[in-house]
């Protein structure tokens, strides 16, 4: 595949999400580790690296308890994902009975140390939260940390929106709201490409 390395960015959903984030920090390890090694024929430079993310309601800290992460819902326990749902993607991604400690950064980029996060991520990311969500509370921390150690972040929650608000199949009726925040999302993407290719 005739791939553009200068040219890459990434973006995922909830636990896609996660994926999208966790990757892009086994991959700086693994430059690292290929950087270390005497006779590597690889660089930094020539290696993928993505320059801009999206993330939507992101899973960032499976070290909370699925309870915790309920109860800190701002729009209450009831606007939460059922049980069934949240206990399927647990079984789904933990793979119980779990194998692996719920704190790996891996797992959790939340509990990252902060030069992990510096290395692994691009500098350009856009994070969009849902206002009812229990995801929310982690994701504005993640928000807020990623600006502190100086990404340039943009986004902002969804308000009056559940997890997964913009996910719904609906074949007799466009969703506008979602349309309207996706082009602002990716419109950030974009910018840093056109910058690069000027």
Not at 121 to 140: K, R
């Amino acid at each position: 595949m005739d791939l553009d390395n200068s040219n890459m960015a990434s973006s995922g959903f909830s636990s896609g999400w996660n994926l999208c984030f966790t990757v892009l920090l086994r991959l700086e390890a693994e430059i690292s580790k290929l950087s270390d090694e005497a006779l590597n024929p690889h660089s930094e430079t020539n290696m993928a690296k993505a320059h801009a993310l999206a993330c939507w309601y992101p899973s960032v800290d499976y070290a909370r308890s699925r309870a915790k992460r309920r109860a800190s819902n701002p729009g209450g326990v009831g606007r939460s994902l059922p049980y069934f749902f949240t206990e399927l993607f647990d079984v789904s991604y933990l793979h119980y009975p779990r194998a692996i400690s719920t704190d790996d950064p891996y797992l959790s980029p939340a509990v990252a140390p902060d030069s992990t996060l510096i290395a692994g991520l691009p500098t350009n990311i856009a994070l969009y939260t849902c206002e009812w969500d229990q995801l929310f509370v982690e994701g504005e921390a993640i928000h807020a940390r990623l600006d502190s150690l100086g990404k340039q972040i943009m986004g902002r929650p969804v308000h009056g929106v559940p997890h997964g608000w913009d996910r719904a199949p609906n074949p007799f009726k466009a969703n506008l709201k979602a349309a309207l925040v996706y082009r602002e999302a990716y419109s950030k993407p974009r910018r840093v490409f056109d910058t690069q290719g000027a």
